[in-house]
């Protein structure tokens, strides 16, 4: 089933705020508790995971 446009609002200020917040102080468990986090999402969400860090990684090339 696809995810409503709440639900990728909902996954992708998730994914965002994982990503800045491992910016901010890296640590192994920071970097495990992303994977354990990704893993328990529908595979639904984590489709949209991989379309979220796609458009990070777009942005950041745009100011680079």
């Known amino acids: 089933m696809p ?3 709440e639900d990728r609002e909902r996954v992708a200020a998730r994914v965002r705020w994982m990503v800045a917040d491992y910016r901010a102080k890296p640590t192994p468990g920071k970097e495990d508790g992303f994977g354990v986090e990704i893993a328990a999402m529908s ?3 984590r489709e949209h995971v991989t379309t979220v860090l ?3 990684v777009a942005e950041e090339a745009r100011y680079a």
């Open 54 to 56: 796609l458009e990070l």
């Open 43 to 45: 595979p639904e969400e």
């Open 3 to 5: 995810l409503s446009a």
